[in-house]
């Protein structure tokens, strides 16, 4: 399964880890779907007509089983998307983000008190 995202950014601004803008020229595909070149990075700048995505990072060393039909990008017939594994290190430092992200969007008894 591709991945899409809608965004590059967080709420602060600041750019999401392991993700990146894959951008696509309509000339960059084939009649077939499949994906000639492309420009791939964290500072595209589209300045002709094509297609943006941003995707997981670890798909552009993929894209090779990637294709484009109807304005989609899918993985082609036969071909299977390999993410990577992640480290206990890397699955712990992820559990605890989410729980801080979780603490910081709580409001506080003190907090709503204020509020009142």
Known sequence: MINVYENYRNPDGES???RTILFLKDSD???DGSIKTYTAGPGVVAEVSGRIFIVDDWLIEQIDKVQFIDGALSVKVGEELIPPVKS???LQR???LKQLAE???EVTQEEEE???
């Open 114 to 116: 204020k509020i009142s």
């Open 88 to 90: 206990d290190r890397e």
């Open 103 to 105: 603490l910081d969007s």
């Open 94 to 96: 992820e559990a605890l």
């Open 16 to 18: 999401i880890n392991n």
């Open 29 to 31: 595909i084939d009649d």
